[in-house]
């Protein structure tokens, strides 16, 4: 209910200032209807900006506009359909390596923004006395040189490291910002998740013990997957505990952007190009804030 009020709000404010004349400020006389919307998808964690998005620029609600795009798939996926014409724009995370040959191959290419920041947390069982994890403890660990937590102050435990699928947003993340290579330990087909909530699921229930250690971003977790923190916790990275403060200034270490992306060779006056630059606005960081992302 917080959210739509605020939306509301946020809308009154827009019909005042959404049809500003500049190119990067608004979609001057443009008027976005249910027929001609940009086709838009993108990673799970950018839904309810999607959602957001989507209910200003058409005036409608966000169950509506929520019926209107299309948030699943992986990360890799979306750049995939972006490039096939089966999105004309998506919100999304850094492009996984698979991705970024796919743009490479395409003779037109992409055109993308970053709007926002994230961060790659790590979280335990809420049970688990370790309340942070450093650099080197998370080499460790996905190296398989640390397997028990109590290497690392904690109880007498094995360490179950569970990993994502490669050519998801989180997993992108992980080899970007932590960076094992081919040190990273291969896990059984038991460790390794198909989909955000279901590492979730997996970390906080495994086996009614308290020594699984999984990742994933925090929005998704904080945001819309909040009440897996009933039964889980996030460790602080370095000493630092990730909030969007601590994002937003870089203190926490493991930040990334996240960005809106259209075809290089979208045209100036088309419905996704306008979208774009609107989003890259100063109205639409506005409304990134108001959805509860970090900026910077």
Excluded: H
Excluded at 139 to 153: D, F, H, M, R, V
Excluded at 224 to 253: H, Q, W
């Amino acid at each position: 209910m917080k959210k739509i009020a605020l939306l509301l709000a946020f809308l009154m404010i827009l019909t005042c200032t959404f049809g500003c004349g500049k190119k990067d400020q608004g979609k001057g006389n443009f008027e976005f209807t249910e027929d001609n919307y940009p086709k838009m998808g993108g990673s799970l964690a950018c839904l309810p900006l999607g959602e957001a998005v989507t209910a200003t620029s058409l005036g409608i609600d966000r169950e509506k506009a929520n019926g209107m795009i299309r948030f699943e798939g992986s990360t890799t996926d979306n750049y995939k359909w972006l490039l096939d014409g089966t999105f004309d724009i998506i919100l999304a995370y850094e492009p996984s390596e698979e991705a970024k040959a796919l743009i490479a191959a395409d003779s037109e290419g992409i055109e993308m923004t970053p709007i926002g920041a994230d961060a790659l947390v790590f979280i335990g069982n809420k049970n688990n006395p370790v309340q942070s994890l450093s650099y080197e403890d998370v080499c460790g660990i996905y190296s398989g040189e640390i397997e028990n937590w109590s290497e690392l102050g904690g109880n007498d435990e094995a360490i179950v490291p569970f990993q994502r699928n490669r050519d998801s947003g989180s997993q992108t993340l992980f080899d970007k910002l932590i960076n094992l290579g081919d040190k990273l330990t291969e896990p059984p087909s038991e460790l390794m998740t198909g989909s955000m909530i279901g590492l979730l699921q997996a970390v906080a229930d495994y086996n009614g013990s308290n020594g699984a250690l999984g990742y994933t971003v925090f929005y998704y977790l904080t945001e819309m997957e909040s009440g897996t923190l009933d039964r889980a916790k996030i460790f602080d990275y370095e000493g630092v505990t990730p909030s969007n403060e601590t994002i937003s200034s870089g203190e926490y270490k493991l930040t990334n952007d996240f960005y809106v992306i259209i075809r290089k060779d979208a045209p100036e006056n088309s419905p996704e190009r306008i979208l774009y630059n609107w989003i890259c606005s100063a109205q639409g960081k506005q409304l990134i804030e108001r959805e509860g992302y970090a900026t910077k």
